[in-house]
């Protein structure tokens, strides 16, 4: 049995001096909606929501890969989290989620938040991936998409490596 602290999600151990030993609450509403109204956080949910429209559009028209490649837009090289950025993940891929659920009633959002943030991530220069996979569900096979930092699924409530098969990961 293993003992090790888990990768993500509200119980993972954040990175960061001596707060990284201790597991970090989750964020509450109160602290997302003031985080919505810093104009930094604004304009990145704005180019969040500009990219889930290219995606959504793309995604009609393109194969996987030409889709990938197309939303794989360089940004600065050896970019990296910052202290406040995990958190903030965790508003905009809560906004997607509320968007693509509550607004436009789409089932398993999965596909297209990771194909957003994969986008906004990757032209900050910020070297996340993305992974796509399949289960076995009572006889019926459902498919997930995630994206994946420094090896550990990001912005992950729970860890779908444990629960999917990894079918294909980009880049």
Request: glycine share 10%; proline share 7%; hydrophobic share 35%.
């Amino acid at each position: 049995m293993r003992s090790d602290p888990p990768k993500s999600g509200k119980n993972a151990v954040s990175s960061g001096g001596a707060r990284g030993l201790f597991a970090k609450p989750p964020m509450n509403r109160r602290r997302k909606i003031l985080l919505l109204f810093n104009p930094v956080n604004g304009a990145a949910v704005l180019r969040i929501l500009a990219a889930l429209l290219l995606a959504s559009r793309r995604l009609r028209r393109n194969s996987l890969p030409d889709l990938l490649r197309s939303l794989d837009r360089p940004g600065r090289k050896g970019a990296t989290l910052l202290d406040g950025d995990r958190e903030r993940g965790e508003l905009y891929r809560d906004v997607l989620n509320f968007v693509l659920t509550g607004c436009l009633k789409v089932k398993r959002p999965c596909l297209f938040r990771s194909l957003a943030l994969f986008s906004y991530y990757r032209r900050k220069g910020v070297p996340v991936r993305i992974a796509y996979g399949v289960r076995n569900s009572g006889g019926t096979f459902e498919g997930h998409s995630w994206l994946v930092l420094d090896r550990a699924p990001f912005l992950e409530t729970s860890d779908p490596d444990g629960a999917y098969s990894t079918l294909y990961v980009y880049p």
